[in-house]
């Protein structure tokens, strides 16, 4: 009876018994310092389950102005599918009164390319992008105006203005750039996050380890996700809305954000010349686990060992107790 039991708890164990797929993950901060006289970049990633594979990273307070327009980018692939699991992130920032992005890719617009800052050429690829495709791919995501969600910074007084610049999409006027995933599985989940923040000070900025908007005078956060275990679309937070973005349905798992035409926040401070301005995006993938059926060859394989060893348990078990 104990042994009948046993089994069967074995077989139940891998009937449910679930397979982790690979994923990827990107969180690229930008930290525009007092008076945009300098500024910083840091980026983590994580890809199948590995901080900073390779080893990639973390890359930490790198400068991005100090004076002079700068960018940076980095790219990592996984090491056990590097074919098929990269990120990539890019960090803009072109001086005080001007603007300030930080796109970043992972899983299919971080594919191909064979190394550097290169995405795919094919737009509808499983995708989490803090940025817009834009054929014919490679660079282009980097180089194009339109593909990066930038935010012009303007100080006066106890006041830092935030906007985004319109431009006009087939004689639609939108903010520039946005945000992109594409679902291809029914495993799969796709999420791209935009955060925008303004601290009071860089001592308030230092303060909030997480980039979660502690002890800050505005915090935005902006969700576009879609798949298992997460609601489809925009969820916004914070000072944002969603009448600041517009979410298109492209078919096929593709959803697309873009700002609105005259996307602009306020944000009151002490003084608009100590305010620190934080830019962090987050595109993230993750293959939900697969359930293992035990009537496919590997399922099979799995019972008979799952079977094998609760038989030997259960024989060293009762040993055990006559032993005793």
């Not at 990120?87 to 064979?114: I, L, M, R």
């Not at 012009?152 to 106890?158: C, E, P, V």
């Not at 517009?246 to 401070?269: H, Y």
Request: aromatic share 6%; with cysteine.
């Amino acid at each position: 009876m104990h042994l009948t039991r046993r089994l069967g708890f074995s077989a139940l164990a891998v009937a449910i018994l679930m397979v982790t797929m690979s994923a990827a993950r990107a969180d690229v901060k930008v930290n525009v310092n007092a008076a945009g006289a300098s500024a910083t970049s840091s980026m983590k990633f994580k890809i199948e389950g590995i901080p900073n594979p390779g080893p990639c990273g973390p890359y930490i307070n790198e400068p991005l102005w100090n004076p002079g327009p700068g960018s940076i980018g980095h790219y990592c692939v996984g090491l056990n599918d590097p074919t098929n699991n990269r990120a990539v992130g890019q960090a803009q920032y072109f001086g005080p009164g001007t603007s300030v992005a930080n796109p970043s890719w992972c899983v299919g617009d971080a594919q191909a390319g064979g190394g550097g800052l290169h995405t795919e050429t094919l737009p509808d690829s499983a995708m989490a992008c803090v940025g817009l495709y834009q054929a014919p791919g490679g660079t282009a995501l980097g180089s194009n105006p339109d593909s990066l969600l930038r935010v012009n910074i303007a100080r006066s007084g106890t006041t830092v203005t935030l906007t985004i610049p319109t431009i006009n999409v087939n004689g639609v006027p939108v903010g520039s750039g946005g945000m992109q995933i594409r679902q291809v599985n029914a495993n799969q989940t796709m999420i791209a996050e935009w955060r925008l923040i303004v601290y009071p000070n860089q001592a308030a900025a230092d303060g909030d380890v997480n980039t979660d908007g502690f002890g800050s005078s505005f915090f935005g956060k902006a969700v576009l996700e879609s798949g298992t275990g997460v609601p489809t679309g925009l969820s916004t937070y914070g000072g944002f809305t969603g009448a600041d973005f517009v979410v298109q349905d492209q078919g096929g798992g593709k959803l697309t954000l873009r700002p609105v035409a005259g996307f602009s926040k306020n944000a009151m401070v002490p003084d608009a010349s100590t305010a620190v301005v934080v830019l962090f995006s987050d595109p993230r993938s993750l293959d939900r686990p697969v359930a293992v059926p035990s009537s496919t060859p590997i399922g099979l394989v799995l019972l008979a060992l799952a079977l094998l060893a609760s038989g030997l348990w259960v024989i060293r078990s009762r040993r055990g107790v006559q032993a005793a």
